[in-house]
């Protein structure tokens, strides 16, 4: 299996697991990045409730990544010292079990101040019942995109679904929405399914499910296997 390499996030930056006390951040993101589908809070809470190591039984993994606002940023964040996400998560005390182990749980050993402090910029999510896994959520907020997070997030969630023996990781994209499903090409899935109609379309349109078009969605696999 060729898995990407470990994950790199600009200086500053730090992939952690999702903590209950993000949600209300999480949430207010969701809304702004996916105006026409966005999660309601209890989807959040049922999938943070199934979060934890799979020998205990957890079917999904939850990480965001915090950090300053660019345009905001110091000017040593982008000097060239990119931090690897391995060892932003040891120095919050986690690593990658560790962290597996903790996730989701209440906020403590939640870093907040120093390293790891900042607003939630990011979050993604996995769902893993070997052989698949599947990206639930992916999402980075338009100040911060193109500087990698997106990238470090998808690199993380293919490597977390092959340690937990997956054998594809599958996705779902929105026809309309040329952008990610680049970055995922990228990373070596491809097409294998249209759900025709399967989101509301846009607004443009009309308020969503008002009669506008509505949206395929792309079926997207990764194998990780082989
Ligand atoms: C899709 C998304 C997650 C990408 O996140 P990101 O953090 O910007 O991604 P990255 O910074 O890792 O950049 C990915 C690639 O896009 C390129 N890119 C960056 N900014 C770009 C821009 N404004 N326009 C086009 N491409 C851009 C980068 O150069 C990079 O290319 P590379 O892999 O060849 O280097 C993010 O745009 C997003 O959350 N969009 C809204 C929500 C969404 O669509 N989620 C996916 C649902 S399936």
């Known amino acids: 299996m060729l898995l990407p390499p470990d994950p790199v996030l600009p200086a500053g930056y730090v992939m952690r697991p999702m903590q209950w006390s993000d949600l209300p951040e999480v949430h207010a993101l969701e809304q702004r990045l996916f105006p026409l589908d966005a999660w309601p809070l209890s989807f959040f809470e049922e999938e943070l409730a199934q979060v934890g190591p799979e020998h205990d039984g957890g079917t999904r993994a939850y990480r965001v990544i915090t950090g300053p606002v660019p345009g905001r940023v110091p000017d040593h964040a982008f000097s060239g010292q990119n931090t690897p996400v391995v060892s932003a998560l040891t120095t919050q005390g986690g690593g990658e079990a560790g962290a597996a182990e903790g996730e989701a749980g209440p906020a403590e050993g939640e870093t907040g101040a120093g390293e790891g402090a900042g607003v939630v910029l990011g979050y993604c999510g ?6 698949l896994a599947d990206v639930q959520t992916i999402a980075v907020v338009p100040e911060a995109e193109g500087l990698g997070l997106g990238t470090a997030m998808l690199q993380w969630m293919v490597a977390e679904s092959a340690r937990r023996r ?10 309309d929405n040329p952008r990610a499903q680049a970055l995922y090409v990228r990373h070596g899935f491809e097409h294998i399914h249209t759900r025709a109609g399967y989101y509301p379309g846009d607004a443009a349109g009309g308020a969503p499910g008002a009669g506008n078009a509505r949206v395929d969605a792309l079926i997207m696999r990764r194998h990780l296997v082989g």
């Open 126 to 131: 996995l769902m893993c019942v070997p052989p």
């Open 166 to 175: 997956a054998r594809d990781l599958l996705l779902e994209v929105r026809a």
